[in-house]
């Protein structure tokens, strides 16, 4: 049965009122798995429910087929458990990247009772209630399907966050987010909060849920989720955020890494003078290997791809830090990179250090982004980035910061990785976010502060001898 319709939704934030004149709608999961297959063949699935025996007939017009012995040609998929649509939607992006990497990386199929042994799993070895949220954007409206530890997907449909309007928006929110003197950016991010938490809001109450794991279709993997906020508060400040190109796709066995090696590597200065100086590197690449106490740290000329392969050979690092300018530029013909001392490698070239021959790399952190927006190519490269390197998980930011706040963050981040409470990654960046907003983390007279943290900075650092570091702009654009 279709429910009734909820009342409008009005959020009311600072000298700005959202309001949400149309009501979220509700389908029968079956329905929106017909829809979301009229999406992937670009047509307009006829949907027939037979109202005595309950059962469904989907049909799927298919435009210019050729007439073989079908009159009017068309696809008849029977479909008996809601559940299945968890199974489509992850292999259909298992399927984009492995196109767009070129290589068939695995078999496995999830299902729905898959999906929820790995995070009642995940449950059991930290304590993390946790659920999956796919989202896919659709001409008539965003796709939300809540995969809980228990029970049957939750699908609910956002009539008024269709994708030309999410594209708009979204583009809104980048622009804004990157005005570090500003607020300009909550009205927007108020309005995606509604769009794509705010219907999902009464079922994770109930279900006592901290961690929210993304899986998202093109056009939203690059959504900065964490400055998303409801008028009081953060998203952050509720879960921890993780995401993930595809559940297929993704190594979600656990493994404390509090006694992690590291092996950070980067470079402050290149041969080539038309790159940037990176000043803090030498300061990060020390610091982290204070906080972690386990691990090699190598510097400059020694930061060659000959020199990971060596060390990846003589040593199973659990955690790669690479201290160094990283590329997903905005032209189509110029592909995803990371730039070493003397050369650039592309994404696909991190294989080549086989990471991924086991004990597996659990974490590898890029830590000088620069990600252009709108091109496709970088957002495939950018989520699934760890499947390219051949790593367990991967940390990297959604645009360039500069060098003092990126070393801000990723002092405070390995700070938290080892806290004796905090058990996954996602929810180390997420203290690690909290720090920043709440002021926990700043510079004070020349000294970066943070938990248990200071450290005296080089003068050619300090622009400023006091600075706040709470604007989203700083801490917001780094996911895992």
């Not at 930290?126 to 809980?148: C, E, F, M, N, S």
């Not at 927006?373 to 950018?382: A, D, L, P, Q, R």
Request: glycine share 4%; aromatic share 8%; proline share 7%.
């Amino acid at each position: 049965p279709t429910p009734h319709p909820e009342t409008p939704t009005i959020v009311t934030s600072t000298g700005t009122t959202i309001v949400n004149p149309n009501p979220i709608s509700q389908r029968n999961p079956l329905e929106s798995l017909a829809h979301l297959v009229g999406d992937i063949l670009g047509v307009k699935p006829e949907i027939n429910l037979n109202q005595e025996t309950g059962n469904y007939t989907f049909i799927w017009p298919i435009p210019n087929a050729p007439n073989l012995t079908l009159n009017a040609p068309y696809i008849n998929l029977p479909l008996n458990q809601p559940d299945d649509i968890v199974t489509l939607i992850d292999k259909k992006f298992e399927e984009q990247f492995e196109n767009y990497i070129g290589e068939d990386i695995t078999h496995k199929k999830v299902t729905t009772a898959s999906l929820r042994d790995n995070l009642k799993t995940i449950e059991k070895q930290t304590g993390q209630r946790t659920v999956v949220i796919y989202a896919l954007p659709l001409p008539d409206g965003l796709q939300l399907v809540l995969v809980p530890p228990e029970g049957s997907p939750i699908s609910k449909i956002v009539p008024e966050a269709d994708s030309k309007t999410l594209r708009r928006e979204l583009q809104k929110f980048y622009h804004t987010l990157n005005d570090y003197n500003s607020d300009s950016y909550l009205p927007i991010s108020q309005q995606l909060y509604q769009w794509f938490i705010a219907p999902l809001e009464t079922e994770l109450n109930a279900l006592k849920i901290n961690t929210l794991i993304f899986s998202m279709d093109g056009g939203l993997r690059m959504i900065p989720l964490a400055a998303l906020h409801d008028g009081k508060q953060f998203l952050i400040e509720k879960y921890s955020i993780g995401s993930v190109p595809s559940i297929s796709l993704t190594d979600t066995s656990y493994q404390n890494i509090k006694e992690a090696k590291i092996l950070a590597m980067g470079a402050s200065e290149f041969p080539n003078s038309t790159l940037a100086p990176l000043p803090a590197v030498p300061i990060e690449l020390s610091t982290i290997l204070q906080k972690v106490g386990k691990g090699e740290s190598f510097l400059n000329e020694q930061f060659t791809i000959n020199n990971l392969q060596n060390q990846r050979s003589k040593t199973k690092f659990d955690i790669v830090h690479l201290s160094t300018h990283a590329s997903f530029p905005l032209d189509e013909n110029q592909s995803p990179y990371i730039q070493l001392w003397d050369t650039k490698i592309g994404l696909n070239e991190l294989r080549l250090v086989q990471w991924y021959a086991l004990p597996t790399v659990e974490l590898l952190v890029l830590s000088a982004c620069e990600t252009a927006v709108g091109n496709n190519n970088n957002e495939m490269g950018f989520a699934g980035l760890s499947v390219q390197a051949g790593v367990k998980s991967a940390m990297a930011s959604l645009w360039q910061m500069d060098d003092l706040g990126t070393l801000a963050l990723m002092t405070e981040f390995y700070q938290q990785l080892h806290t004796e409470k905090i058990s996954l990654k996602a929810e180390a960046l997420r203290q690690t976010q909290l720090a920043m907003l709440h002021s926990k983390v700043h510079i004070d007279s020349g000294k970066l502060i943070g938990t248990n943290t200071k450290v005296n900075l080089p003068k050619e650092l300090v622009t400023q001898k006091n600075r706040q570091l709470s604007h989203p702009y700083y801490w917001a654009g780094f996911t895992i």
